[in-house]
């Protein structure tokens, strides 16, 4: 619909960040990623981990849940809009059990609140990206998710989640 071009010629663009007119115009909207939702951590013992999180750090865990789908644990804690969410598998064959083997305790992923999480691994698989999830599951919080794989996100576990409602 809009012809508007910041950029005209062959040659590709640079380094840095495209301008805000793009150059595939022919997508009408990008699903839209709103914030980052949540950072998910791997621990091996979520008692042990959310007692060390309030004690050192002063943060409140405000909710814990069992997710099956994804056979962990968590637990929750408010930073600002953010959130920690804290990952203890509940089963050998967990990803999260094969995380901690493979990697240790640490960050595991990063998840993005979207208004379109179809839309959204459209956009990715259209990038090229190899999914996790094809469709969304049933996450935590009663929230859609899905997951990229690492290897197509530079070495972060990506996650989209979005409210069911939206
Ligand atoms: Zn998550």
């Known amino acids: 619909m809009f012809s508007q071009r910041m950029q005209s010629g062959g040659r590709r663009v640079g380094p840095s960040c495209e301008p805000a007119g793009r150059i595939h115009s022919n997508r009408r909207t990008f ?46 804690f408010a930073v600002g809009e953010v959130h ?27 998840a993005y609140a979207t208004t379109d999480i179809v839309g959204q691994l459209q956009q990715a698989v259209g990038s090229g990206v190899k999914l996790i999830h094809e469709k969304p599951i049933e996450g935590a919080a009663g929230k859609l998710v899905a997951f990229l794989h690492p290897k197509s996100t530079y070495g972060v576990l990506t996650e989209f989640c979005m409210e069911k409602s939206s």
């Open 84 to 110: 920690l969410e804290l990952l203890e598998p509940t089963s050998p064959d967990s990803p999260v059990a094969k995380f901690l083997e493979k990697n240790g305790e640490g960050l595991h992923h990063v």
């Open 31 to 76: 699903p839209m990623i709103t914030r980052i939702d949540h950072l998910g951590i791997a621990v091996r013992s979520l008692d042990e981990a959310i007692a060390h999180y309030e004690q050192a750090l002063g943060l409140k865990c405000e909710h814990r849940e069992d997710v099956p789908s994804q056979k962990v644990r968590t637990a929750f």
